[in-house]
């Protein structure tokens, strides 16, 4: 059975923590170096279900994508909501590993996942790492459908293949323009429009698409959007890390039991509408 310190050792080695943006805050939250690991359980979200979920299947290890605290604080309190995650990790010797842009831009990263999610074959980041000799690492990512499509048709794929939520999945463009090329991301996605109409593709799948940006993309373009749930589009991660830390395990003689969490955690629970279309 390895040591917490040994499969955070392999998990950075998948992405490593200096690959992350300058204002992220990835790596271990907390967790004993030497306690040992035989369950692992991969979220989106370091949220109480999850580690409620964590403690029934008796995991020692959760890596969530999202940080638990990602600004500075000066209280870990058990009367804040972020406070009692902490302290009931600890109580129950569950380690808090976050794997958070460094995980966007490895390769693979969230954007493959995502793509893997819809069939998508991957032709290239989107925008791409310069540190990367080979040019496969980087933000979102650009890919080829097998046979074009309506654009109707490609959100109605998205909405098919990832997991449901309140939200559901949104277009905006012309829902019978022909779909070929699409770049996808994972995750909160208009501060890259201007990569997404440098690469030329016909549609961009992505999350929390704003009112503005979105409005000058289709009006300034034929470019389709896609607007699917943040968590819903970052939800393919999980699996797909999952699955690498199950070769790892391998690897190393491990025996890791990895479970990947089918909890929804995406804030919004309802969606009413007064009969515009969906």
Not at 45 to 51: A, G, N, T
Not at 82 to 91: A, C, E, N
Not at 144 to 156: K, Q, V, W
Not at 188 to 217: C, K, N, W, Y
């Amino acid at each position: 059975m390895p040591r917490l310190s040994e499969v955070i050792a392999a998990l950075d080695a998948l992405w490593p923590p200096e690959r992350a943006e300058g204002w992220d805050a990835v790596g271990t939250v907390c967790g004993e170096p030497d306690a040992e690991v035989d369950r692992v359980l991969f979220a989106v979200d370091p949220v109480h279900e999850i580690v409620d979920e964590a403690r029934e299947l008796g995991a020692q290890l959760i890596v969530a994508h999202h940080p638990l605290y990602l600004r500075g604080t000066t209280t870990v309190a058990a009367d804040t909501f972020k406070g009692r995650v902490v302290h009931t990790l600890i109580r129950h010797g569950i380690a808090l590993h976050v794997a958070h842009t460094n995980a966007d831009t490895a390769d693979p990263g969230v954007s493959d996942a995502l793509a893997g999610a819809l069939d998508l074959r991957v032709t290239g980041p989107l925008v791409p790492d310069p540190t990367d000799p080979a040019g496969r690492r980087g933000l979102g990512r650009i890919c080829e459908l097998d046979r074009p499509e309506t654009l109707a048709e490609f959100a109605a794929r998205a909405a098919a293949r990832l997991p449901a939520t309140a939200q559901g999945v949104r277009l905006a463009g012309d829902p019978g323009a022909t779909v070929r090329t699409v770049a996808v991301s994972g995750g909160s996605g208009d501060s890259l429009f201007d990569a997404v109409r440098a690469a030329g593709v016909d549609a961009f799948l992505t999350a929390d698409l704003r009112h503005h940006p979105a409005s000058e993309a289709v009006r300034h373009s034929p470019l389709g959007l896609v607007d699917a749930a943040h968590w819903a589009t970052e939800w393919p991660w999980c699996e797909q890390a999952a699955a690498q830390l199950d070769a790892l395990s391998d690897r190393h003689g491990w025996d890791l039991r990895v479970h990947v969490s089918k909890r929804v955690t995406d804030p919004w629970t309802t969606h009413h509408s007064s009969g515009a279309p969906n």
